[in-house]
C-alpha cells in the first residue's frame, strides 16, 4: 500500500496562477475541480502567532469538506513548504460534521483555523498537480503530489517532483515564504471551539455545509 505522501510546494501570484492554468489545460490531463473547506487543527489552547513554533508537532489534524463530501485527515511527519508524511484519511457523513467537531473537542482538539480554496486538478506526465486559488487570500500555491511505498527512495522521488517543476516554471518555497502563507491563512478566521459554535461556522462557510 502506497501511504506516504511526498509533496512539493511553491508560491503563486495572481499572474503566475493563471500562466499555470492556462499551461495545465492546454498539455495535461485535467482531472477535477473543487471547492474545498478546511478545518486545520493546532494543539493546545491557541493559534501560534509565528507558525515555525509549531515545526516540532507531526500530527496534522484537519477535517475537510470537498466538494460537499467530509473527512477526517490525518497526516504525519515533518512538514514544510515540500515534505513527505503519513497520511490517513477517515470518510464522514457531511450531516455528521459537526459531531466530528465536538469529537475531537472532547479528545482536546478545540482551536484550529477555517479556511476555503478553489482547487484545480491535473495530471501532468505522471503527476497530480493542484492549482489551489486560496480565497480571502491574494497568495495562493501549487502542489505536486506523488504517492509512494515506505520503503521506496522518498528523497530521490522528491528530487525528480522539483526538476519536473522547474521544468515547467514552477518554484520551491524559499526562505520564510511557506511559514508566511500560513500565518497570513491563521487570521482568515481563528477558531476555538470551546468558545464559538458550528452555528458560527456554518453562518461563514454556508456553501460548504
Known amino acids: 500500500m ?4 511526498v509533496e512539493v510546494r511553491g508560491p503563486l501570484n495572481e499572474s503566475e496562477l493563471k500562466e499555470a492554468k492556462a499551461f495545465f489545460d492546454k498539455n495535461a490531463k485535467f482531472i477535477k ?15 501560534p502567532k ?9 500530527v496534522d489534524l484537519r477535517l475537510r469538506v470537498t466538494n460537499k463530501k467530509a473527512e477526517m485527515i ?3 511527519g515533518s512538514w514544510s513548504g515540500s515534505d513527505s508524511r503519513k497520511e490517513i484519511s477517515l470518510q464522514i457523513d457531511l450531516n455528521k460534521f459537526e459531531e466530528a467537531i465536538e469529537f475531537l473537542k472532547n479528545l482536546g482538539w478545540h482551536v484550529c ?3 476555503s480554496t478553489k482547487t484545480h486538478v491535473y495530471e501532468y506526465k505522471e503527476i497530480e498537480f493542484a492549482l489551489v486559488d486560496i480565497l480571502n487570500l491574494k497568495d495562493n500555491y501549487f502542489e505536486a503530489e506523488i504517492m509512494a511505498h515506505e520503503n521506496e527512495d522518498i528523497n530521490k522521488i522528491k528530487q525528480d517532483l522539483i526538476k519536473l517543476c522547474k521544468e515547467i516554471g514552477l518554484r520551491e518555497y524559499k ?5 508566511k502563507q500560513c500565518n497570513d491563512i ?6 476555538d471551539f470551546n468558545k464559538d459554535s458550528f452555528s458560527d461556522l456554518k453562518k461563514k462557510f454556508k456553501e460548504f455545509l
Open 113 to 115: 483555523v477555517a479556511y
Open 2 to 5: 502506497k501511504n506516504i505522501e
Open 186 to 191: 491563521n487570521y482568515i478566521c481563528p477558531l
Open 50 to 58: 509565528d507558525v515555525s513554533e509549531y515545526h516540532g508537532e507531526k
Open 175 to 179: 526562505g520564510n515564504e511557506f511559514e
Open 33 to 47: 475541480e473543487k471547492d474545498r473547506l478546511t478545518l486545520l487543527y493546532f494543539r493546545g489552547d491557541k493559534i
Open 74 to 76: 490525518i497526516k504525519y
